[in-house]
């Protein structure tokens, strides 16, 4: 799936492992320069989307390390040389347990050592494209979210879903955590930005501070 808009950001979802996640392409349109976000397994599937796009791979950027998003992260960047962005270093202990993580799934993984741990206020330079670096733990301790601010555009990985939110039951999750994280750094953002979600179809931030049944408005009137 890719965007057929006017905007100077394209992407394409790549589902990608058993658990379908949304693995990104985005990429600048005017310097064709491209990051891969979650690249969670199935890369030959990633990389043919790059190459049919005719785009440059700039770097890999990495939500939280759960295997379904980071499981391909270093195959990937061995492969290519591009380096690796985020996630925040809380999720340094899920990093060291990918190994454990894929072979429960039967999947091939291993750690990785980003080059760049992120933090709130930080910001991803793609092109001409500028991502701010929003910090929402509660899924994951060190989960981080992408922003685009110039392109209504987010990449929000586990943290919120249309209609749902990420789950908070895994170590170190926390539920309070998650939906303060939405309601206090996601959707003072704006309704007007569009987010692909780490599983599922793609929402804005108004549908879901006004239908979500977990952080709706109306649930916290």
Not at 144 to 152: D, L, Y
Request: glycine share 10%; with cysteine; net charge negative.
């Amino acid at each position: 799936m890719t965007n057929s808009d006017n905007s100077k950001l394209g992407y394409a979802l790549v589902p990608v492992t058993p658990f379908v996640q949304n693995c990104s392409v985005v990429w600048c349109r005017e310097t064709l320069l491209a990051a891969v976000v979650d690249p969670g397994g199935d890369l030959p599937k990633i990389r043919a989307v790059i190459e049919q796009q005719g785009l440059e791979l700039d770097k890999i950027l990495i939500t939280h390390a759960h295997l379904d998003h980071a499981g391909g992260t270093a195959e990937l960047a061995r492969a290519t040389g591009v380096p690796i962005i985020g996630p925040h270093k809380a999720d340094q202990f899920w990093i060291d347990l990918l190994p454990q993580q894929c072979a429960q799934f039967g999947f091939d993984g291993e750690p990785f050592t980003p080059d760049q741990w992120l933090q709130q206020g930080d910001q991803v330079e793609l092109g001409r494209l500028l991502f701010d670096v929003v910090h929402c733990p509660g899924h994951t301790p060190g989960h981080v979210v992408f922003v685009e601010r110039s392109e209504n555009f987010a990449m929000v990985g586990d943290v919120l879903f249309q209609g749902s939110i990420g789950r908070s039951d895994f170590p170190q999750g926390n539920h309070d955590q998650l939906v303060s994280s939405i309601r206090d750094r996601l959707f003072p953002l704006g309704d007007d930005i569009r987010f692909i979600p780490g599983h599922g179809p793609m929402s804005d931030f108004g549908q879901e501070r006004r239908s979500n049944p977990f952080v709706a408005d109306q649930r916290f009137g």
